[in-house]
């Protein structure tokens, strides 16, 4: 059935430093992947998006890329700051259709 | 533009009884789409709605239903609650337009007592 694996589970950086959240989907038919971040007793919130046409979207700190052969799509953060400290979910779907599975999330922690 | 409201935002139920939510979609959305988020098993897709239709449903049993009105508010309901029923229930609104992207409303805690 449709699966997303996400990686890792929890993830500890120093402030300033970059973090690597990887999600690799089953569903072939999969052509949008986007990326929630929510914060605690908060709802998911968007923070960025990709479509399978494209490898590779920035928005300043963030960045996600897709690896449509493998799967695998990848958030990044640069640069990151205490207030990144949050739940960060990717999830896929396709077109036409407003069914995501999504990945388990990740929690990850900025130490100042 | 005001965002997805989600009304109640916290409940409490007993066994046995059944609970309705309710969804705003932002203003000129159509597409309404309802998720249970819970610590083991994340966030699960339970049904979507467009158009007074349900287009799409999740693994959830039969206890779980769902229905859009023409104004594109749309309610969920879980009768016979369980234990495990207890969650945040998120509703997320779309607009076709806008490809697939959704927005998720604050959800509605419901714990089951």
């Known amino acids: 059935g449709e699966n997303v694996e996400q990686h890792p589970s929890t993830l500890s950086v120093q402030e300033g430093d970059s973090a690597v959240i990887k999600c690799t989907y089953s569903?072939?038919?999969?052509?949008?992947f986007p990326w929630y971040k929510q914060e605690l007793g908060k709802r998911p919130q968007l923070i960025i998006d990709?479509?399978?046409?494209?490898g590779e979207k920035k928005d300043q700190r963030i960045a996600v890329t897709l690896n449509k052969t493998a799967k695998h799509f990848s958030l990044h953060i640069t640069e990151t700051q205490p207030e990144d400290s949050a739940v960060y979910f990717c999830?896929?779907?396709?077109?036409?259709?407003?069914?995501?599975?999504f990945g388990t999330g990740t929690r990850l922690k900025v130490l100042a | 533009k005001a965002g997805v409201t989600q009304t109640p935002r916290y409940l409490i139920k007993t066994r046995g009884q059944q609970v309705t939510l309710s969804c705003s979609p932002i203003?000129?959305?159509?597409?309404v789409s309802w998720y249970q988020q819970t610590p083991g098993q994340g966030l699960q897709f339970l049904f979507e709605?467009?158009?007074?239709?349900?287009?799409n449903k999740g693994n959830f049993p039969g206890r779980f239903s769902g229905r859009q009105f023409s104004n594109s508010r749309s309610e969920m309901n879980v009768s016979t609650l369980e234990l495990g029923d207890s969650a945040l229930y998120l509703c997320?609104?779309?607009?076709?337009?806008?490809?697939?992207?959704?927005?998720f409303g604050e959800g509605s805690w419901l714990t089951v007592v």
């Open positions: 997320a609104s779309s607009l076709e337009a806008s490809g697939n992207t959704i927005y």
């Open positions: 569903d072939s038919a999969s052509n949008y």
């Open positions: 990709i479509r399978s046409n494209v």
């Open positions: 999830a896929a779907s396709t077109s036409g259709t407003y069914k995501y599975i």
């Open positions: 203003s000129g959305h159509r597409s």
């Open positions: 709605y467009f158009s007074e239709t349900q287009r």
